[in-house]
């Protein structure tokens, strides 16, 4: 009997086709990022994209946030220990995920290596994030189309760093509305005192320090929510 040649059902045409079976979510991604190739190289894969100002992480799809960071944005975040509160406030979402691009490239910079690794070990002990280590900004673009493609899940819109002030959690409310930057929100709670004032209040009353802006704060305040 003649054997049937082995079949790659992975092979690169079956894989796009696949793929194209497969709708893409849009991905959210930090205004920061604007600065690195990774935006561009999920344009190029026909992928739909937004820039936001995020809080936390760099990039988001659905439940699922990445900090994405070179081996120089690692270790610079190691030395001023900015990453500490960064990761802790990725874990605010249900899968956080850690990319580390380049860090093949850039391992033998002079830096002392096993240092490097030490800490990348308390990140995945302590903080219990997965770490993802991609060769340049087309593999991240990669994973991150993979990402795209999966079941989509419902995740809470009100991400936020963490450690707020009891202030500061009203004051982050009020910034959640459009165009309600820091200084206008905290004209308005010391005009109001509390949210409950501020939903009680008139239009004419709001006018006083939103001025025009005033008629959309209002409409969205008294907004009856619709399934």
Do not use: C, W
């Not at 993979?146 to 079941?151: A, C, F």
């Amino acid at each position: 009997m003649i054997s049937k040649p082995f079949q790659d059902i992975f092979s690169e045409e079956k894989k796009e086709k696949i793929q194209k079976k497969i709708p893409s979510k849009k991905i959210i991604i930090d205004h920061r990022e604007k600065n690195s190739l990774v935006p561009t190289k999920l344009m190029e894969k026909g992928l739909e994209i937004e820039f936001q100002q995020l809080k936390v992480a760099d990039y988001v799809l659905d439940d699922v946030a990445i900090e994405r960071k070179t081996f120089s944005d690692l270790i610079s975040s190691m030395i001023n220990k900015r990453i500490f509160s960064q990761l802790q406030e990725l874990k605010q979402y249900p899968n956080p995920l850690l990319i580390i691009e380049g860090y093949n490239n850039e391992i033998n910079s002079g830096m002392n290596i096993n240092a490097v690794r030490s800490f990348i070990l308390s990140i995945a002990l302590r903080y219990k994030i997965p770490i993802i280590f991609t060769e340049d900004s087309s593999e991240t673009a990669d994973y991150l189309e993979i990402l795209s493609r999966k079941k989509p899940k419902e995740v809470s819109l009100n991400i936020n760093k963490k450690s707020l002030t009891k202030n500061q959690e009203l004051q982050f409310i009020l910034e959640s509305f459009k165009r309600i930057g820091p200084k206008t929100a905290r004209k308005i709670l010391e005009e109001f005192k509390t949210l409950k004032n501020i939903g009680n209040s008139s239009e004419k009353e709001l006018e006083k320090i939103l001025g025009k802006k005033a008629e959309d704060f209002f409409k969205i305040l008294n907004r009856e929510y619709k399934k």
